[in-house]
């Protein structure tokens, strides 16, 4: 099973972009699901989770800008990514928390470069 993250490009500031993550098999037990994001010299850093209770939480430097969702019936999480900043460019990887059993699925990355 894999992780296929796509939606990612290159936007001016103040643009919208949707990033989007589906597995390419069958997963069972995922607990929750989100988006990491890791810029040129920095540690990977977690922008958003949504876990099975439809539970949201954001980094702070992103609230109120981005939403992250997800379609159980497709295993797929969305990233709505709004009023981006040049700050924002990263590659963004999605990321599968499995209960049962315990394991955590990442995709591939999808590049997100913000111009000013």
């Known amino acids: 099973v894999q992780l296929q993250a796509c939606g990612g490009g290159l936007v001016q500031a103040g643009g919208s972009l949707r990033l989007s993550c589906a597995a390419s098999?069958?997963?069972?037990?995922?607990?929750?699901m989100g988006w990491y994001r890791q810029a040129p010299g920095k540690e990977r850093e977690l922008v958003a989770k949504?876990?099975?209770?439809?539970?949201?939480n954001y980094a702070d430097s992103v609230k109120d800008r981005f939403s992250i969702s997800r379609d159980n019936t497709k295993n797929t999480v969305y990233l709505q990514m709004n009023s981006l900043k040049p700050e924002d460019t990263a590659v963004y990887y999605c990321?599968?928390?499995?209960?049962?059993?315990?394991?955590?699925?990442w995709g591939q990355g999808t590049q997100v470069t913000v111009s000013s």
């Open positions: 098999g069958s997963i069972f037990s995922i607990n929750a």
């Open positions: 949504i876990t099975s209770g439809v539970i949201t």
């Open positions: 990321k599968f928390w499995v209960v049962r059993p315990p394991y955590n699925y």
